[in-house]
């Protein structure tokens, strides 16, 4: 049995570096500088703060690269990522920013990769499943608290 981080989570969406003037005529909405090459966060801010739900978008294609929400600046909640084809890759949610709860990845081909629940400082719990690209069931396990 397997129990690892998912490691794909971008880590570039906990930049705190901002800009607040790029084109205002390309982007009609406040745009925010990412520590991540190529890619532009769309959201509102309260009192200089991230909250609600913040868009991670592809510069060249536009398609959403993330989904992530913000409660006063820390991400909170609904969490999603996505393929280059606009599929999900990974689901779950954040609390205290640690991952909680049901989590799933998929594959490119949107079929399920895995699905599992976190707790305590993201640490893996309970019946874990992986499977193939083509939708069999590769392996499962339980985690341990």
Same mark, same amino acid.
């Given at each position: 049995?397997?129990?690892?981080?998912?490691?794909?989570?971008?880590?570039?969406?906990?930049?705190?570096?901002?800009?607040?003037t790029i084109s205002e005529k390309k982007?009609?909405?406040?745009?925010?500088?990412?520590?991540? !090459? +190529?890619?532009l966060e769309k959201g509102q801010?309260?009192?200089?703060?991230?909250?609600?739900?913040i868009l991670l978008l592809d510069i060249g294609t536009g398609n959403v690269k993330a989904k992530v929400n913000y409660i006063n600046g820390k991400i909170s909640g609904a969490f999603t990522t996505?393929?280059?084809n606009s599929k999900p !890759?990974?689901?779950?949610?954040?609390?205290d920013g640690d991952y909680h709860g049901l989590w799933k990845s998929y594959h490119s081909n949107g079929n399920l990769e895995s699905e599992g629940h976190y707790k305590n400082r993201s640490k893996k719990i309970g019946n874990w499943k992986y499977?193939?690209?083509? +939708?069999n069931l590769e392996s499962e396990g339980n985690c341990e608290d």
């Open positions: 049995m397997r129990c690892f981080l998912f490691l794909t989570m971008p880590f570039f969406i906990f930049s705190q570096s901002y800009q607040d982007y009609p909405f406040k745009v925010f500088d990412s520590s991540y !090459e +190529g890619y801010k309260v009192n200089g703060l991230k909250n609600g739900e996505y393929h280059k !890759e990974l689901q779950g949610n954040i609390k499977y193939h690209a083509n +939708g």
